[in-house]
Structure formats: structure tokens, C-alpha cells
């Protein structure tokens, strides 16, 4: 009995290191950007001004979140995408889906795009999304659902936060889909995020060169049929019970939603918006493997070709060493260079605050001026202002999982409008921040006290700071 258990327990422990180094060791080498994307970045493009008509504004609030997807929603004629990390169901969720199942009732195609892990862990076995999945006009997807014999797809995550209706609206950013993030529902907690919502006016003919909606579409199309998504939710029939009372459920709710938040009313895009010269769209590779750096190369690009500042807004910063010379690169060649991150008292990310909290020393020394926000909740926004009429929104942190893990999807505006409207935001946040001057001491501010780790969690932090050195590339 006694060897029957130890070979058990072998077998056991063989399983788990397989899935451990199959999970971690594919992604320890990071790599370098190839020439074939070096030879096609120009980062004069950026700045150019396009022949299309396109304006801009910020979705800042959870609220204003979830008001803007309903307004779009009912705008939709032929199409909604929805491409994002997470849904979780909630109240802020059953306001979408019963506004995407009224759309795909009048004839509108929707198709809905989430990681598979995520997927996985808060979408299955859930009545509303297989009670949205029975509708023959709304598809929902997984990209790179784990295979467990198959422990290096668990890693392979998609990260793309975005909704895109017909060719010409676009909400990109960093929010995922609940209502920690999404609606003012009440709840314990909540976390803060950014969006940019842009509109264009199509014209006939366009490329996706003249029209970014069309180039995120374009890519879109390329993540939705390859071959590690999947189709969910399918197969249901809308007569079965269970998902018939979902659907009612849901349909009445539309009802009470009809005329409020922003929908049933005609909408005048531009009035609540500002123009802007051109938008970019930036994306890294779609394979589930270990990616190119194309985002973090690109953003750094253009942030060394600023004339006199950059500021950063990013909730972790794990930095690879290519990242640390970048970054140093860019206060030596800057000058003007500040970095806006969540201070480890209130971020949501354990992995990334260990992490920080071991080489927060390294991060100072590449000469980046860094602020530590210490506001009511987290902040989860991902945004650049590079001098005074280039800004960026999206989804990329900057940490070495954004860098050279997960798809990321960023936005890159041209216009001294909106990069005036993404300062105003950004320094609200900034307020509520502090300059930090050593690894455990900040310049005073009036109105803005340090936030104290419990004793107990300042030890978990000492213990797990040390530990995610040896996987940080994962964080």
C-alpha cells in the first residue's frame, strides 16, 4: 500500500512540474523586435494629419462606462464588436446583454470576443451568456481556452479591451466588463479605468488606412477566426426552459432601460466630442506564444521623439532590462519625463506590486520622474501624453506581460484638443498623488498622506517580492 501511494505521489508530482515548466519556461526568453517591423514603423505617420473626419472624447467614470456602450449599442444598424480580458455576470453585465440581444433582435450581427481563462473561470455554466449565446445573431468566443495537456497555452492571454459598432465608433481602453469596472451599481469596491471613444465620419470607398475602425476591425477579424478561438454558448435552444426565463428576464430589462442611460435618442456623435488631426491604431502579435515588443517598442518611440514631455499613467510597472534602457533612455533624452503608477497600498495586482516592491530602487534609477497614487481605489487607466498634441489609450501596462505575453491593443491620438482633455484627467489624478524620492520616502503634499501596508501584508510583500523574481517575466 505504502509503494502503490509513493508511485501516486511521484506521478502526482511529475503532473504538476510538467505543468509548471510547460506554463513558465516558453516565456523566460524575451524578444526582440524583428526588422520587418522596424523597417515598416514610422513613427512620422503618427503625427500626420488623415484625410478622414474623426473626433474624440474620454470615458473616465464606471458610469460614464457603461452609459457610452448602451448609447452605441442602440446606434448599432449592422454590426457590434465586443473584444475583452473578462466578463463577469452582475448588474451593470445584464444591462449590456439585454441591450445586445435587443440589437441582435433588430437584425444586428454582434459578436463578442473574451480570453479564454477568463472565459473559463467566470463565464461558463453562467444562464446569461448561454441565454445570449442561443440567439442566432449574437456569437461569443473564446480566444485560447487552456489545455492542460497543453500547459503553454495557460499563459497565452488576450488582452484587448474594445467595442466597435458598424465603421464608426470605437471605445478602447483598459476596462474589463463588471461592474467593478463598469456602472455605479453599489458595491464594496470599484476600480477606476479610461477609455477613448472615437468617431468617425465614413466616407465611401475608404481603406483601412484612411479609417483606424476599419483597421481594428481588420484585426478583429484575424484574432475571431483563428484557429485557437472558439466558438461557446452554442447549441442552447431558445425554447429551453431555463434560458427561455433568462431571455424574458433579460428582455424586460431592456424595457425598463429603454429612453434612459443615454439610449432610445438620437445621438449627435461630434457635439460632445472634439476633432482630431488623426488616429493610430498599435497592436502586438495575435499567436498565443512569447510575442515581439511591437506595442512597448512603438510607445517608445514615440516618447523619445518628444520636444519637452512625457507623462506615463500605467497601474504596475515590471520592467524587462530592455525596458529599464528605455526608460533611462527616455529621461536622459526627455528630460521632462514622469511616470504615474499605482502605489502597492492600493493596487490590485499582487504579482505586479511583489514585483515593484522589490526594484522599485531600479525603476528610480533610470531617471523617470515616478508619482504613487494613493486615491480611494485603484487605478487601472493606461494612457501617454507625449508633448502637447499626441496622446495614447489602451490597454497596455507597462510590465513585461503586456510587453511580451499577452495581445494589447493601444490607440494613438493626434490632436492638442483631446491631448488636452487626457492632461486635465490625468493630472486629477496626479492631485491625489506623491512624488516618490527613494525606495521608502516621498516629497510632501498638502492634502495627500502616504497609505500605510498593515503589518501583515508589508510582510507578505518582503516574503513574495523575492519569490516573483523567479517568474516575474509573468507579471
Same mark, same amino acid.
Given at each position: 500500500?505504502?509503494?502503490?501511494?509513493?508511485?501516486?505521489?511521484?506521478?502526482?508530482?511529475?503532473?504538476?512540474?510538467?505543468?509548471?515548466?510547460?506554463?513558465?519556461?516558453?516565456?523566460?526568453?524575451?524578444?526582440?523586435?524583428?526588422?520587418?517591423?522596424?523597417?515598416?514603423?514610422?513613427?512620422?505617420?503618427?503625427?500626420?494629419?488623415?484625410?478622414?473626419?474623426?473626433?474624440?472624447?474620454?470615458?473616465?467614470?464606471?458610469?460614464?462606462?457603461?452609459?457610452?456602450?448602451?448609447?452605441?449599442?442602440?446606434?448599432?444598424?449592422?454590426?457590434?464588436?465586443?473584444?475583452?480580458?473578462?466578463?463577469?455576470?452582475?448588474?451593470?453585465?445584464?444591462?449590456?446583454?439585454?441591450?445586445?440581444?435587443?440589437?441582435?433582435?433588430?437584425?444586428?450581427?454582434?459578436?463578442?470576443?473574451?480570453?479564454?481563462?477568463?472565459?473559463?473561470?467566470?463565464?461558463?455554466?453562467?444562464?446569461?451568456?448561454?441565454?445570449?449565446?442561443?440567439?442566432?445573431?449574437?456569437?461569443?468566443?473564446?480566444?485560447?481556452?487552456?489545455?492542460?495537456?497543453?500547459?503553454?497555452?495557460?499563459?497565452?492571454?488576450?488582452?484587448?479591451?474594445?467595442?466597435?459598432?458598424?465603421?464608426?465608433?470605437?471605445?478602447?481602453?483598459?476596462?474589463?466588463?463588471?461592474?467593478?469596472?463598469?456602472?455605479?451599481?453599489?458595491?464594496?469596491?470599484?476600480?477606476?479605468?479610461?477609455? =477613448?471613444?472615437?468617431?468617425? /465620419?465614413?466616407?465611401?470607398? !475608404?481603406?483601412? +488606412?484612411?479609417? *483606424? $475602425?476599419?483597421?481594428?476591425?481588420?484585426?478583429?477579424?484575424?484574432?475571431?477566426?483563428?484557429?485557437?478561438?472558439?466558438?461557446?454558448?452554442?447549441?442552447?435552444?431558445?425554447?429551453?426552459?431555463?434560458?427561455?426565463?433568462?431571455?424574458?428576464?433579460?428582455?424586460?430589462?431592456?424595457?425598463?432601460?429603454?429612453?434612459?442611460?443615454?439610449?432610445?435618442?438620437?445621438?449627435?456623435?461630434?457635439?460632445?466630442?472634439?476633432?482630431?488631426?488623426?488616429?493610430?491604431?498599435?497592436?502586438?502579435?495575435?499567436?498565443?506564444?512569447?510575442?515581439?515588443?511591437? =506595442?512597448?517598442?512603438?510607445? /517608445?518611440?514615440?516618447?523619445? !521623439?518628444?520636444? +519637452?514631455?512625457? *507623462? $506615463?499613467?500605467?497601474?504596475?510597472?515590471?520592467?524587462?532590462?530592455?525596458?529599464?534602457?528605455?526608460?533611462?533612455?527616455?529621461?536622459?533624452?526627455?528630460?521632462?519625463?514622469?511616470?504615474?503608477?499605482?502605489?502597492?497600498?492600493v493596487g490590485d495586482n499582487f504579482m505586479a506590486s511583489s514585483d515593484y516592491t522589490h526594484n522599485k530602487g531600479k525603476v528610480l534609477e533610470t531617471g523617470v520622474r515616478v508619482h504613487e497614487y494613493f486615491g480611494e481605489h485603484s487605478c487601472h487607466g493606461k494612457s501617454i501624453l507625449i508633448d502637447g498634441d499626441l496622446?495614447?489609450?489602451?490597454?497596455?501596462?507597462?510590465?513585461?506581460?503586456?510587453?511580451?505575453?499577452?495581445?494589447?491593443?493601444?490607440?494613438?491620438?493626434?490632436?492638442?484638443?483631446?491631448?488636452?482633455?487626457?492632461?486635465?484627467?490625468?493630472?486629477?489624478?496626479?492631485?491625489?498623488?506623491?512624488?516618490?524620492?527613494?525606495?521608502?520616502?516621498?516629497?510632501?503634499?498638502?492634502?495627500?498622506?502616504?497609505?500605510?501596508?498593515?503589518?501583515?501584508?508589508?510582510?507578505?510583500?518582503?516574503?513574495?517580492?523575492?519569490?516573483?523574481?523567479?517568474?516575474?517575466?509573468?507579471?
Open positions: 500500500m505504502r509503494k502503490k501511494l509513493k508511485i501516486l505521489l511521484l506521478l502526482l508530482l511529475a503532473v504538476l512540474l510538467y505543468e509548471i515548466v510547460g506554463a513558465c519556461i516558453p516565456f523566460i526568453h524575451t524578444k526582440k523586435v524583428k526588422k520587418t517591423y522596424l523597417e515598416k514603423l514610422n513613427t512620422e505617420s503618427f503625427g500626420q494629419t488623415s484625410a478622414g473626419s474623426d473626433w474624440a472624447q474620454i470615458a473616465e467614470t464606471n458610469e460614464e462606462a457603461l452609459d457610452v456602450r448602451l448609447a452605441m449599442f442602440e446606434e448599432a444598424k449592422e454590426s457590434i464588436v465586443i473584444s475583452t480580458f473578462d466578463i463577469r455576470p452582475g448588474k451593470s453585465t445584464s444591462d449590456i446583454f439585454a441591450s445586445l440581444l435587443a440589437a441582435a433582435d433588430r437584425g444586428v450581427r454582434v459578436q463578442v470576443i473574451v480570453d479564454g481563462l477568463y472565459g473559463m473561470l467566470h463565464m461558463d455554466g453562467q444562464g446569461i451568456f448561454q441565454a445570449a449565446g442561443s440567439h442566432p445573431n449574437l456569437e461569443i468566443r473564446y480566444y485560447n481556452k487552456p489545455n492542460l495537456l497543453k500547459p503553454w497555452t495557460i499563459n497565452g492571454r488576450m488582452h484587448d479591451k474594445y467595442v466597435l459598432i458598424d465603421n464608426k465608433l470605437l471605445l478602447m481602453g483598459g476596462r474589463n466588463m463588471f461592474d467593478y469596472f463598469i456602472g455605479n451599481y453599489p458595491q464594496k469596491n470599484k476600480g477606476y479605468d479610461r477609455e =477613448v471613444l472615437l468617431y468617425h /465620419q465614413e466616407e465611401e470607398g !475608404e481603406t483601412s +488606412s484612411e479609417n *483606424v $475602425i476599419l483597421e481594428v476591425r481588420e484585426y478583429f477579424q484575424k484574432i475571431w477566426n483563428q484557429e485557437c478561438t472558439r466558438p461557446v454558448f452554442e447549441g442552447k435552444s431558445r425554447e429551453d426552459r431555463k434560458t427561455a426565463e433568462e431571455l424574458e428576464k433579460l428582455s424586460l430589462r431592456y424595457e425598463k432601460l429603454s429612453g434612459t442611460r443615454g439610449t432610445g435618442t438620437d445621438i449627435d456623435w461630434t457635439k460632445e466630442l472634439v476633432p482630431v488631426k488623426k488616429a493610430t491604431f498599435v497592436a502586438n502579435p495575435t499567436n498565443i506564444g512569447p510575442k515581439e515588443p511591437w =506595442v512597448w517598442y512603438t510607445m /517608445q518611440q514615440l516618447m523619445l !521623439e518628444a520636444d +519637452s514631455r512625457v *507623462v $506615463i499613467q500605467t497601474p504596475y510597472a515590471v520592467f524587462s532590462q530592455d525596458m529599464y534602457e528605455g526608460m533611462e533612455q527616455l529621461a536622459k533624452t526627455v528630460g521632462n519625463a514622469d511616470m504615474l503608477i499605482n502605489s502597492t497600498a496622446s495614447v489609450v489602451g490597454s497596455y501596462n507597462f510590465d513585461m506581460r503586456s510587453t511580451y505575453v499577452d495581445t494589447e491593443t493601444m490607440l494613438v491620438i493626434c490632436g492638442e484638443e483631446f491631448n488636452s482633455l487626457l492632461e486635465e484627467k490625468m493630472d486629477k489624478l496626479q492631485a491625489e498623488s506623491l512624488e516618490v524620492t527613494g525606495p521608502d520616502t516621498y516629497a510632501e503634499k498638502d492634502g495627500v498622506s502616504q497609505k500605510e501596508l498593515s503589518p501583515g501584508k508589508a510582510r507578505l510583500f518582503w516574503i513574495t517580492s523575492k519569490l516573483i523574481q523567479l517568474v516575474r517575466y509573468l507579471a
